[in-house]
């Protein structure tokens, strides 16, 4: 079974950021976060992981609270190809190689 | 670099006939290799997972099977498929101590 949640739908206007927030209440200490999407009919792609401290790279911006209970992907400038089904997930990267996939967030972003 | 490829990419079966898919990953040695289905609309299920040669995880109990009879090749098969097999199946790889996917163009099986 997943592991997080997200919102099953947003909505973001073209060249806004769009935010995009995954909850991991029970995430353990060794459990990374990672980032996909998918855009219809193609296998999903990375985009970003992190595990305690913000990261960033071309395609996104990852946000991890304190806690590490939840996280946000930011997309800072969101574009018509942005729009996809973003997952979130958590996984350890030893002891355990399964990577269950939930129903994450379908984003539309609009004109 | 690395790359994934599976096939065929798009299949039409009848009910109760059998099935091949085949997934190989090039550039690299001892991948981590996955077998997803996506239904209609659907989420991403995960039905095989494999660490090695021989190696194969079942996470839910169906009418398929999943074989890995060399390191970078990964097959999911059918005795006799079921309507319900119809689906978008993805294979998808990742280095052995790293949580990154890569996946296939994925194949699309339609059950008649």
């Known amino acids: 079974d997943a592991k997080t949640t997200q919102p099953p739908s947003m909505d973001c206007a073209e060249g806004r950021a769009a935010n995009l927030p995954c909850n991991h209440s029970?995430?353990?200490?060794?459990?990374?976060v990672y980032w996909y999407r998918q855009i219809h009919s193609q296998g999903p792609q990375y985009i970003i992981h992190?595990?305690?401290n913000n990261e960033t790279n071309e395609m996104a911006s990852l946000i991890i609270t304190e806690d590490r209970k939840s996280s946000t992907l930011i997309l800072p400038h969101a574009t018509l190809r942005d729009t996809a089904v973003y997952y979130c997930?958590?996984?350890?990267?030893?002891?355990?190689?399964?990577?269950?996939f939930g129903a994450g967030t379908r984003l539309f972003v609009k004109a | 670099s690395q790359t994934i490829h599976q096939w065929p990419a798009t299949l039409v079966q009848p009910v109760g006939s059998p099935l091949s898919l085949e997934c190989t990953v090039e550039?690299?040695?001892?991948?981590?290799l996955y077998w997803y289905r996506q239904a209609a609309g659907r989420g991403l299920q995960l039905l095989f997972y494999?660490?090695?040669?021989?190696?194969i995880s079942s996470e839910v109990p169906q009418n398929l099977s999943a074989s890995r009879p060399q390191d970078r090749q990964f097959i999911l098969s059918s005795k006799k498929l079921l309507l319900s097999d119809s689906g978008f199946y993805l294979c998808?790889?990742?280095?052995?101590?790293?949580?990154?996917?890569?996946f296939g163009e994925g194949s699309r099986l339609t059950v008649l």
């Open positions: 029970t995430i353990s200490g060794n459990e990374y």
């Open positions: 992190g595990l305690k």
């Open positions: 550039g690299t040695s001892n991948p981590n």
């Open positions: 998808a790889w990742s280095p052995p101590h790293s949580g990154e996917l890569f």
């Open positions: 997930i958590v996984r350890a990267l030893t002891g355990g190689f399964k990577t269950i």
């Open positions: 494999s660490v090695g040669i021989g190696q």
